[in-house]
């Protein structure tokens, strides 16, 4: 809705910029991906404002292809602010939150911070166990 009430010139242009980013992403390409990725959050947070879930994904997306990377830090980074994005738009029972506790999880793991990890990957256990119960 928001995004149809928006619709002009420069939110298209914006919202070009974020296909085009996903294509980079997907070809591991961080250049083009940040580019046309803060091209897009610039735009797009101008309408949208900078913590709309919009930006989260693009976030998410590119914490992911850091991960296919290799470059953890970098991955985690852009994870803890799609977290930070969806915990304000959707409060701490976003349904994606064990998928993502998890991937930052990883992150942690690759960089041996394994402590910090194992609480990560407990979170996203106790929400998966309380969402589908024991035997999912």
């Known amino acids: 809705e928001i995004l149809q009430a928006q619709e002009g010139p420069e939110m298209q242009i914006g919202l070009g910029y ?3 980013s996903a294509v980079y992403v997907a070809m591991l390409d ?3 991906a940040l580019q046309s ?3 897009a959050m610039q735009i797009l947070s101008k309408y949208l404002g900078p913590d ?4 989260g994904t693009i976030e998410w997306d590119l914490g992911v292809m850091y991960a296919d990377l290799q470059d953890y830090q970098l991955a985690a980074t ?7 994005i969806f915990e304000k738009n959707f409060g701490p029972s976003y349904p994606q939150f064990p998928q ?5 999880g990883e992150c942690l793991d690759h960089l041996r911070e394994y402590s910090e ?5 407990l979170k996203a256990k106790e929400i998966n166990l309380k969402s589908h119960g024991p035997l999912h």
Not at 52 to 55: C, F, L, R, V
Not at 78 to 84: I, N, S, T
Not at 117 to 121: D, E, L, Q, S
Request: overall charge neutral; charged content about 20%.
């Open 52 to 55: 709309h879930e919009a930006i």
């Open 117 to 121: 990890a194992g609480k990560w990957h």
């Open 78 to 84: 852009h994870y803890l602010r799609a977290k930070e």
């Open 100 to 104: 993502l506790y998890h991937q930052y």
């Open 18 to 20: 974020n296909n085009l």
């Open 37 to 39: 990725s803060n091209a």
């Open 30 to 32: 961080p250049e083009g």
